[in-house]
């Protein structure tokens, strides 16, 4: 037998049984509800002084009975009806109210939230019979403040007698709607969200990283959702009513990723994506993405990969469906077929492996450095926050192709050059993986190898955006990572490049401040730079013991 869902302390026994026959009911599939079923329930209702609810599919099957308090119901187990990317979820949710009164906000939040074909109130009156019916729809649109259509009727004779046509009808509508919103040159869409206890401002710059982030990963951001709060939520990190709301907005739009600025926990990464059936990823995962992209070759696809499991790993309680999202692809099997221990066992025994390998390309890398410093050849790196233009000077100054483009994380591999200075005396100048703020340990432990090469410079050119109204804040942090990699005592050139973006008065502010600048794209400052390179290395080398 079925169970009845909901507290049933203090029913009858034979409550109970009417409660459990519900399950054997069915409608003709045209019919949003008969009128049999609905006097039923509304007799069972006004009996217990409860409201009792049903889910119906669309072949006209009672799938869930539940009862509630005479407020409302709480509606649970709906994991079983995954609904499509686009689809409704084919049951709509029949239930009482018991005064009568017309949907209530949280009705429709759930019908939005939920994706239910509908959402029926019947009001079951005092000699237990339906009185009013109130229903509700979802409606294609974009209006996040009004994603229902409600309607109200006297009794059910007036509910529409060609249900299931009406259905199939809304869900092509909706479909079309979200293809629609899909359009973009089929890049996948997210919604942003940014939450903060303190500046709103400072939130808005980090959010304006965080789109960029996302278009580097080839998404398109659809929305950018800011709150601020007295504290986080400890589960949802945004409160439950914006979650809410979120969830909302996603369904309308056909959005399915929703992408939170800075590090979630694993069980919020969990909390928020089982509220509804989000895809729902932090910062780092966004970053992780786009290096998962991006690394074609030996030493970056093995750190990239590496940094994937650890981040993977303290995540695995995940549900199957999001654990093999995370690590489908990389020597593993299907979900389900195998238990947690044997996930987290392989994915350990993997970064055993990986690990091994990265040891081992950071000797190789060890012996060319040995081998350059034989020939003698100072090394200069060009280090920097991502996107500040570092492979453009590297192409600029030594006629290389190395590619550079619009995107954080171009580079995720060191290229190096000899480049002439104008002495006439050759070095080596290396182009590197850019930094960004709060990279998480495991994601620059796994660079190591790639950074690593930075220890063994004689000079570090650090560039900057200095379009970039950040740029002050990215000095800051590329310095502190610098200092993690213990390779802030190197001799340092900083240099402000994309000068050609600024105002010749906002120029001369930054030179009357000492800055050095450069254009690597228009070639102003190049010069000037060969020439600090050059008398840079030589005051090193002559403070060299
Ligand atoms: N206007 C202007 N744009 C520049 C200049 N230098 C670089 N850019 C542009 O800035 C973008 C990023 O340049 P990259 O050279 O890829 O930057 P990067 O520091 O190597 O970036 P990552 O490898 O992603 O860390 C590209 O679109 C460049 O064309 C400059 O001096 N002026
Ligand atoms: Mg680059």
Redesign the pocket.
């Known amino acids: 037998m079925h169970k009845v869902h909901g507290n049933l302390l203090g029913l009858k026994p034979s409550h109970k049984q009417r409660l459990e026959k519900l399950y054997q009911r069915r409608v003709h599939p045209d019919q949003i509800v008969s009128p049999e079923l609905a006097r039923t329930i509304c007799e069972i209702s006004r009996e217990i002084s409860r409201q009792v609810g049903l889910f119906l599919d669309r072949r006209g099957r009672v799938q869930d009975v539940f009862v509630g308090d005479a407020r409302q119901i709480t509606l649970t187990g709906l994991g079983r009806y995954r609904a499509g990317k686009t689809r409704l979820r084919g049951l709509r949710f029949v239930h009482t109210h018991l005064q009568g009164e017309p949907l209530s906000q949280d009705d429709l939040t759930d019908l939005a939230l939920l994706r239910f074909d509908a959402i029926v109130a019947l009001e079951a009156t005092e000699q237990g019979l339906p009185g009013k019916v109130y229903w509700a729809h979802l409606k294609p649109g974009h209006d996040p403040q009004d994603p229902c259509q409600s309607e109200a009727s006297s009794s059910l004779h007036q509910l529409p007698q060609d249900f299931d046509h009406f259905i199939d009808g809304l869900e092509r509508e909706l479909a079309d709607h979200w293809e629609k919103s899909h359009e973009h040159g089929g890049k996948r869409q997210a919604l942003l969200v940014g939450v903060t206890t303190s500046s709103l401002d400072r939130l808005k710059r980090n959010l304006d990283e965080l789109r960029n982030l996302a278009e580097?990963a080839d998404l398109e951001v659809v929305e950018v959702v800011t709150q601020r709060r007295q504290q986080l939520d400890p589960r949802y990190v945004v409160g439950s009513g914006k979650l809410k709301d979120l969830y909302v907005q996603c369904m309308q739009q056909g959005v399915d990723l929703l992408i939170f600025d800075g590090e979630l926990s694993s069980s919020q990464v969990r909390a928020i994506s089982e509220f509804g059936e989000l895809e729902v990823w932090d910062r780092t995962q966004l970053i992780l993405n786009i290096f998962a992209r991006r690394a074609h070759s030996g030493a970056g696809k093995v750190q990239v990969e590496l940094a994937m499991l650890k981040y993977t790993l303290p995540r695995l309680v995940l549900k199957d469906n999001f654990l093999s999202r995370l690590t489908g692809g990389i020597g593993a099997r299907g979900p389900g077929e195998t238990k947690m221990e044997v996930w987290q066992r392989r994915i350990r025994d993997r970064i055993n492996r990986l690990e091994k390998e990265l040891d081992e390309l950071s000797r190789q890398r060890k012996l060319r450095r040995d081998r350059r410093q034989k020939n003698d050849l100072p090394i200069v790196s060009?280090v920097?926050?991502?996107?500040?233009?570092?492979?453009?000077?590297?192409?600029?100054l030594t006629h290389s192709q190395?590619?550079?483009?619009?995107?954080?994380?171009?580079?995720?591999e060191t290229t190096t050059r000899r480049l002439r200075l104008p002495s006439g005396r050759f070095v080596l100048l290396t182009?590197?993986?850019?930094?960004i703020r709060d990279l998480p340990e495991d994601l620059a432990k796994a660079f190591r190898a790639t950074l690593e090469e930075l220890s063994g410079a004689d000079l570090l050119v650090h560039?900057l955006?200095a379009?970039d109204p950040e740029h002050g804040r990215q000095l800051e942090a590329v310095e502190q990572i610098l200092g993690d990699l213990a390779i802030d005592n190197l001799p340092q050139l900083v240099v402000l490049?994309?000068?050609?973006?600024l105002s010749p008065e906002e120029q001369d502010e930054l030179r009357q401040q000492g800055r050095f600048l450069?254009?690597?794209?228009?070639g102003s400052g190049l010069d000037e730079l060969l020439n600090s390179i050059e008398s840079e290395l030589a005051a090193a080398e002559e403070n060299a013991p």
């Open positions: 580097s060009i920097g926050y991502t996107n500040a233009g570092k492979s453009t000077l590297l192409n600029r190395v590619l550079a483009e619009q995107r954080m994380f171009a580079t995720l182009d590197t993986v850019g930094f560039l955006d379009s490049n994309k000068i050609d973006r450069i254009s690597a794209l228009d």
